[in-house]
C-alpha cells in the first residue's frame, strides 16, 4: 500500500521569502510523484510531477520539487514567494501512471499563507 | 475553453434526500474520477470511469453511485445522503493512459443536516 504524509499542516511565510513543503512517501514498488496547488474556490491544478531521470524537477510559477529515494521524500521548493502563492499544496503518490484506474493517493495538504 | 464544470456549486440537503452532481468536460477525455475531499484527509477517490459506459469503485465508495452514459458527462449520485457525506466534491479527467495530468473541477459543495 501506498501512503503520503505532509508534515506540515499549515506554513506561513513572508513575501519573498524562500518556502519549503516536505512530503514523504511510503510505496512498495516504484512511484511517480506530484505535487497540486489548490488557489481559493479553485479545483487543484498540476504544478509538478517525477516520473523518471533527473531527480530535480521544475514545475510551473517557479517551484521545483526534488525526488529523494534514500529519504523517501519530494519536498516542494521556491526561492521566493509572492502573495500569489497563497493556497493548498497536495503532495500525491501513483505506483501506475501509464493507467486509467491506477491509484492516485493525495497527501492531507499544506496551507501556505504568504504574509506581506 | 470551459475544462471540466461541476454543478451545482452548492447544495443542502436534509438527511435522506437524493441528489445527483453533474460533471461534464469538453475535452475529449476518456478518464473521469469523482473525489471527495474533507478536512484533514486530502482527496480520496469515489468512483472513477476509464471511458463511455463503464465506471468502477474507487476508496470510498459506499452510499454513492455513477453513471456514465455519454463521454462526456460523469454523474455522481447519492440516493440516500448522510451526514457523513457533507464534504467538498471533486470532479477530475484525463485525456489518456499516457497522459498524467488531471484537469480538476471548482467543486461542489454539499452539507448534509
Known amino acids: 500500500a501506498q501512503s503520503v504524509t505532509q508534515l506540515d499542516s499549515q506554513v506561513p511565510v513572508f513575501e519573498e521569502a524562500p518556502v519549503e513543503l516536505r512530503c514523504n512517501y511510503s510505496?512498495?514498488?516504484?512511484?511517480?510523484l506530484f505535487w497540486y496547488v489548490q488557489y481559493p474556490n479553485q479545483g487543484l491544478q498540476l504544478l509538478l510531477k517525477?516520473?523518471?531521470?533527473?531527480?530535480l524537477v521544475k514545475g510551473i510559477n517557479g517551484f521545483e520539487a526534488e525526488f529523494n529515494k534514500s529519504q523517501t521524500s519530494f519536498h516542494l521548493r521556491k526561492p521566493s514567494v509572492h502573495i500569489s502563492d497563497t493556497a493548498e499544496y497536495f503532495c500525491a503518490v501513483s505506483d501506475q501512471p501509464h493507467f486509467g484506474n491506477e491509484k492516485l493517493t493525495f497527501g492531507t495538504g499544506t496551507r501556505l499563507t504568504i504574509i506581506p | 475553453n470551459a475544462g471540466v464544470t461541476q454543478t451545482p456549486k452548492f447544495r443542502v440537503l436534509k438527511t435522506g434526500q437524493s441528489m445527483t452532481l453533474l460533471c461534464a468536460q469538453d475535452m475529449n477525455h476518456e478518464y473521469m474520477y469523482w473525489y471527495r475531499q474533507d478536512p484533514g484527509m486530502g482527496l480520496r477517490l469515489i468512483h472513477y470511469s476509464v471511458g463511455e459506459g463503464t465506471t468502477a469503485k474507487g476508496e470510498v465508495p459506499d452510499g454513492y453511485n455513477v453513471s456514465r452514459l455519454k463521454k462526456q458527462n460523469f454523474l455522481l449520485g447519492l440516493e440516500s445522503a448522510a451526514p457523513s457525506q457533507t464534504s467538498v466534491y471533486f470532479c477530475?479527467?484525463?485525456?489518456?493512459?499516457?497522459?498524467?495530468?488531471?484537469?480538476f473541477g471548482s467543486g461542489t459543495q454539499l452539507s448534509v443536516l
Open positions: 477530475a479527467s484525463r485525456k489518456t493512459v499516457a497522459n498524467e495530468k488531471l484537469f
Open positions: 517525477y516520473l523518471s531521470g533527473s531527480t
Open positions: 510505496s512498495s514498488v516504484s512511484v511517480y
